[in-house]
């Protein structure tokens, strides 16, 4: 779906705007505490924009690690075709259509 391009920066373009506005209104100090580590004074702001950022690029990258898959997949898969319709054209002569009738 090429033509969904738009729509989905559109999208993100709102969400990363609204995540923006909620981290920067929230800009209390605050403790971060992880077991036993801990740390004080760290804006609200940051922390929420780290999470948002550390999520993104923890589910990103796996997906893009997919969509990298899939095309190298498709790639090889379309060699293929076209590898078998040389083929089948070099065993017809070169004349006409594959598969249609002489």
Do not use: C, Y
């Not at 990298?68 to 090889?76: E, F, I, M, S, V």
Request: charged letters at 15%; aromatic letters at 4%; a positive charge.
């Amino acid at each position: 779906m090429k033509g969904s391009g738009g729509l989905k920066s559109l999208f993100v373009a709102v969400l990363a705007s609204a995540l923006t506005v909620f981290a920067v209104q929230n800009h209390t100090a605050v403790t971060i505490r992880v077991l036993v580590w801990q740390l004080a004074g760290m804006s609200l702001a940051a922390v929420i924009l780290l999470s948002a950022a550390a999520g993104i690029v923890l589910v990103g990258v796996p997906l893009w690690i997919d969509r990298w898959r899939l095309r190298t997949r498709l790639r090889a898969l379309e060699a293929k075709v076209v590898a078998a319709a040389d083929t089948a054209r070099a065993d017809h002569g070169g004349v006409g259509d594959v598969g249609a009738p002489p």
